[in-house]
T-cell receptor
Framework: AQSVTQLGSHVSVSEGALVLLRCNYS??????LFWYVQYPNQGLQLLLK??????LVKGINGFEAEFKKSETSFHLTKPSAHMSDAAEYFC???????????FGTGTRLQVFP | EADIYQTPRYLVIGTGKKITLECSQT?????MYWYQQDPGMELHLIHY???????EKGDLSSESTVSRIRTEHFPLTLESARPSHTSQYLC??????????FGDGTRLSIL
């Protein structure tokens, strides 16, 4: 069975600091991995997706994620946090052979001035 | 821009009422999904559809029902609302191998 684990339900950074949100996956087949962002009172917006084309995936708003098979990780990073990055971030894995997604429990990012 | 619309955005209603949450998309997507999201928790798939007249139950058991009579419309119904149904409900759609595209959600509160 496939699953994702997000380490850290809350992450706080100062504006301008590096953002690192952790996601580890479990999959017996090459996974499709996603990062979504959810702003307050809104739905989920796709940040980026990994589909095996390249291990370093660049997304919107300056975010990127690196797929590391040896570590079964797909951590999300941004070099310099902005106040507008404050939101909930969800890692998800596509269930093999289906159209379903399995989501992690989310990480709330706070950005302090 | 919002290509998938959910109404109402917020609903506070008493126990025992029949509720329909609306979800419409203008992108012509064949696949549509309903998720339930409790505060601070992950999304759980409760229903999905691969096209007109196709509906399936998701991974999380739900007392709600869905219908897919038109491609663009995927309403969710609760026949008799209970406080345990209080949650946020998110609708999504996709086509081909594109990622799921989400609506803004309906925040439901049952008194």
């Amino acid at each position: 069975a496939q699953s994702v684990t997000q380490l850290g339900s809350h992450v706080s950074v100062s504006e301008g600091a590096l953002v690192l949100l952790r996601c580890n996956y479990s999959s017996s087949v090459p996974p499709y991995l996603f990062w979504y962002v959810q702003y307050p009172n809104q739905g989920l917006q796709l940040l980026l997706k990994y589909t095996s084309a390249a291990t370093l995936v660049k997304g919107i708003n300056g975010f990127e994620a690196e797929f590391k098979k040896s570590e079964t990780s797909f951590h999300l990073t941004k070099p310099s946090a902005h106040m507008s990055d404050a939101a909930e971030y969800f890692c998800a894995v596509g269930v093999s052979g289906t159209d379903k997604l399995i989501f992690g429990t989310g990480t709330r990012l706070q950005v302090f001035p | 821009e919002a290509d998938i619309y959910q109404t109402p955005r917020y609903l506070v209603i008493g126990t025992g009422k029949k509720i329909t949450l609306e979800c419409s998309q203008t992108m012509g997507h064949d696949k549509m999904y309903w998720y339930q999201q409790d505060p601070g928790m992950e999304l759980h798939l409760i229903h999905y559809s691969y096209g007109v007249n196709s509906t399936e139950k998701g991974d999380l058991s739900s007392e709600s029902t869905v219908s897919r009579i038109r491609t663009e419309h995927f309403p969710l119904t609760l026949e008799s609302a209970r406080p345990s149904h209080t949650s946020q409900y998110l609708c999504a759609s996709r086509t081909g191998d594109q990622p799921q595209h989400f609506g803004d959600g309906t925040r439901l509160s049952i008194l």
